[in-house]
Structure formats: structure tokens, C-alpha cells
């Protein structure tokens, strides 16, 4: 239902752009989130966009680092990563969810893709 792409090594300080498109299903009358997967970790919300974009949300550790953003023609979500960090490691998925309040209250109605894995390392 949702294929993300774009993950990759990256050194420290490096970006990386993600995408996230949606398979037999509309992404823009949807509020849209990006969540993350350390290894070893629980799976853990880190930034949220509503149907028309106006209004994101952002987990603390991401927050001036990344930004979330939609192209509805395109029925494509990204999520732009900049100054990685080791800690940034694991696998990202996205998902339906609803961004009101904090992240780590962001039910993932839609289930989850097969992610992208990204890796930061010197």
C-alpha cells in the first residue's frame, strides 16, 4: 500500500531526501507521518503533515533537521534529512496517521510499507 524509497549510507552532517508514494491508494485526503526505526527500537513517530500540507509536526530529535513535506499531484509524501546523525540510523516507513498532538500519539491507521533503510556512518 505505501513504497518508500530514497534511503541510503550517508556519512555524519550528509542528507538524504525520502519519498513515500501510495499503491492503489490516494495519499491526499489523508493526514501523512514518517516514522522511524532504530535498530533494536521500538518504531517511533518523528514527523507528521496534514491533507494540504499547511501544518507539520515534528518529534524533538528531528525538529531543524528534517522537514515533511507532500505533493498531492503526485500522490507522493518526502521527507528532506539534513545533518544526519549515527543516532538517525534504522529504517523509516510512512503512513496514514492523524498529526494532532505529540508523536508518540500518532495511531499508524494505514499499516506499514517495507520502509527504506538508511545508514550513517563515516
Known amino acids: 500500500q505505501f513504497v518508500e524509497s530514497g534511503g541510503g549510507l550517508v556519512k555524519p552532517g550528509g542528507s538524504l531526501r525520502l519519498s513515500c508514494t501510495g499503491t492503489?491508494?490516494?495519499?491526499?485526503?489523508?493526514?501523512m507521518a514518517w516514522f522511524h526505526q532504530a535498530p533494536g527500537k521500538e518504531r517511533e513517530g518523528i514527523a507528521c503533515i496534514t491533507r494540504n500540507g499547511a501544518l507539520t509536526n515534528y518529534a524533538d530529535s528531528v525538529r531543524g533537521r528534517f522537514t515533511i513535506s507532500r505533493d498531492n499531484a503526485k500522490n507522493t509524501v518526502y521527507l528532506q534529512m539534513n545533518s544526519l546523525k549515527p543516532e538517525d540510523a534504522g529504517v523509516y516507513y510512512c503512513?496514514?496517521?492523524?498529526?494532532?498532538?505529540?508523536?508518540?500519539?500518532?495511531?499508524?491507521?494505514?499499516?506499514w510499507g517495507q520502509g527504506t533503510q538508511v545508514s550513517v556512518s563515516s
Open positions: 503512513t496514514t496517521t492523524g498529526c494532532a498532538g505529540r508523536p508518540g500519539a500518532w495511531y499508524p491507521f494505514g499499516g
Open positions: 492503489g491508494f490516494t495519499l491526499d485526503s489523508n493526514e
